[in-house]
């Protein structure tokens, strides 16, 4: 690992007051909460995540297991974005008023950790895609050290993997909203049968997984690589996903495309 590249993040760092990271329980935060409790120590390096109806159990689990592993102090709260009938009608800046709700919250913990700064885990890459988050983070002025020092993806997990994270290659995973196409109203029930239906796959070892809601019937992506596997097991998972509700599963024959509900925007791939 690059020494310079290590120095560069503890100088970021050692400025900070102390810092409260938005953990998804993805790799890019994880990474960014890692960082704050190695440089900072634990009295300064809070986390926190929302364990909202667009955020899988098994990815909340995957969260609180890495804070207690790495004794990070990680406070759980309760969005209700769902509630806000700006997010729930699904416009196509949706994330917007997701992450509006949450960086309010993490304003709100100020309170508790006073003179605290609040990170995110954006990188390099990200502004290269359409992620309307993005704004939000402007607006509430939250910091993104991985940015700020030009990472990538690809850097975050080399990072991630020397820290010892072990999910550094874990898949992206998305909130469960992204699922939905612009315009189709987000419900409770709809992200659970998402959830369910990616959880059906995973049991079948396919890990790098999407299942697009529309409405009554749904769309399996998986990598091309998968896509024979995919196909030949279909007999058994599909009778399973047609349970949770759907009138119709069908295999989407171009394999997995991340951000594929953005094509009708014309812009990145989200």
């Known amino acids: 690992m690059d020494e310079k590249l290590i ?86 800046n949706r994330c917007y008023f997701c992450k509006t709700h949450l960086y309010n919250e993490l304003e709100k913990m100020k309170i508790k950790y006073p003179g605290f700064v609040v990170l995110n885990g954006t990188n390099k890459d990200d502004f290269s895609d359409y992620r309307p988050g993005l704004i939000a983070a402007d607006q509430h002025r939250v910091r993104s050290p ?32 992204s699922r939905i196409p612009y315009g189709n109203k987000v419900t409770g029930n709809k992200l659970d049968q998402i959830e369910r239906a990616e959880g059906i796959l995973n049991d079948f070892s396919f890990h790098d997984v999407r299942v697009r809601h529309y409405e009554k019937y749904c769309r399996i992506e998986v990598p091309l690589s998968e896509l024979e596997r995919l196909k030949f097991l279909s007999t058994s998972i599909i009778p399973l996903i047609l349970k949770l509700g759907f009138k119709e599963c069908v295999i989407e024959e171009k394999g997995l495309v991340s951000g594929n509900l953005n094509k009708v925007l014309n812009v990145g791939h989200g």
């Open 146 to 177: 991985l940015s700020d020092l030009g990472l990538g993806k690809d850097d975050v997990r080399r990072l991630a993997k020397h820290f010892g994270i072990p999910f550094w290659n874990k898949p992206a995973s998305p909130c469960l909203s």
């Open 7 to 92: 120095i560069g993040l503890k100088n970021w760092f050692a400025p900070l007051p102390g810092t409260i990271t938005a953990f998804s329980g993805g790799i890019d935060s994880a990474l960014v909460l890692l960082l704050s409790r190695k440089f900072l120590g634990r009295e300064k390096a809070i986390g926190v995540i929302s364990n909202s109806e667009s955020l899988k159990d098994k990815d909340y689990q995957l969260a609180v297991d890495f804070a207690g592993k790495n004794d990070i102090v990680l406070e759980t709260i309760r969005t209700e974005e769902l509630a806000d009938a700006n997010y729930n009608a699904n416009p196509a």
